[in-house]
């Protein structure tokens, strides 16, 4: 008979993951890069093209993490229209006693609350750290589930607050950043660039280089780059469904609600920005693509019930 994981184990099991997920970022990139200009240089001009690339490169996204850190939660916010609410609000004096209460079971402070105006049914939450955070509901949700229902949504976004999910994915959103900022600087800088190498030869082969990181840098940001975040945000899925069940002690309640949004998570403002989808509790615009469940940003809802059930037992 298969044993039941706790919550804990769960956890624990999502959390290695995501780790091993986020340190192949600079190691698949790198070997790329490698393996590229090995191609068609020697083995001692791979390898000093390579920590050429990636020293300058580690500059540029530390400059770009400031950016992300200051600006990145209004950013998010801005981008889906989100209100902030108050005690004054009237007709949302419920949720915010909902969010208080889940905040209190969760040991984190009192995030600010906003509403997106849209009849679908999904949240998401965001911030630097839980001492900021914020959590937006749309008024589907808000209007569609119960009590309890919607507290185990809430629990959810508390759990990536806690979690600190937002500050991974604004990691990953920078690395992603830096890798097409800096290719297109080496494309452009390979077809127009003036070099110096007074050999034709020298020249060529300097540009064929610098080809040859751009071709990695190119293979990098379309095909591994997006497997790996959306595996990392699968993961993180897990991990705040868990999390979410342990704070409400309810996994039932998460489960019907995921089955409940499952219905009906698509909001129409995110159709033209699909790099909004992984932040959301489940993925607010489904398209059918071949290798689509590879390149979702969401568990398929059906694991994720199947495991809050066996929670609940």
Not at 45 to 59: F, L, S
Not at 160 to 176: E, P
Request: proline share 4%; hydrophobic share 50%; with cysteine.
């Amino acid at each position: 008979m298969e044993q039941i994981k706790t919550v804990y184990e769960h956890i624990r099991a999502n959390n290695v993951k995501t780790i091993l997920l986020v340190a192949l970022f600079p190691v698949i990139f790198l070997v790329l890069v490698f393996l590229f200009v090995w191609a068609v240089a020697p083995l001692n001009q791979a390898i000093e093209t390579t920590v050429a690339v990636a020293i300058p490169m580690v500059v540029v996204c530390f400059v770009w993490s400031l950016i992300s850190w200051a600006f990145g939660d209004s950013m998010i916010l801005n981008a889906n229209n989100a209100v902030h609410i108050t005690a004054e609000n009237v007709e949302y004096r419920d949720v915010l006693r909902s969010v208080e209460n889940v905040a209190l079971a969760a040991g984190l402070p009192m995030p600010r609350v906003y509403i997106i105006n849209d009849n679908g049914l999904n949240a998401f939450a965001t911030g630097r750290t839980p001492n900021d955070a914020s959590i937006a509901l749309t008024r589907g949700i808000i209007k569609k589930l119960n009590r309890l229902e919607l507290e185990g949504v809430i629990a959810h976004e508390m759990a990536h607050i806690g979690n600190r999910d937002i500050r991974l994915d604004m990691l990953i959103i920078t690395g992603v950043g830096v890798t097409v900022f800096v290719a297109d600087i080496l494309w452009r800088s390979a077809i127009y660039g003036n070099f110096s190498d007074d050999d034709n030869n020298g020249k060529a082969n300097a540009r064929l280089v610098l080809m040859m990181v751009v071709l990695a840098l190119s293979v990098f940001n379309l095909i591994v780059t997006p497997l790996l975040r959306m595996a990392i945000s699968r993961k993180r899925e897990f991990a705040a469904d868990a999390t979410g069940a342990f704070i409400t002690r309810n996994p039932r309640a998460l489960a019907s609600v995921l089955s409940k949004i499952s219905e009906n998570s698509c909001l129409n403002r995110c159709k033209s920005n699909k790099s909004m989808d992984a932040i959301y509790i489940a993925e607010p615009v489904k398209e059918r693509a071949v290798f689509a469940d590879a390149f979702a940003t969401h568990p398929p809802v059906q694991k994720r019930i199947a495991r809050l059930e066996s929670m609940s037992l």
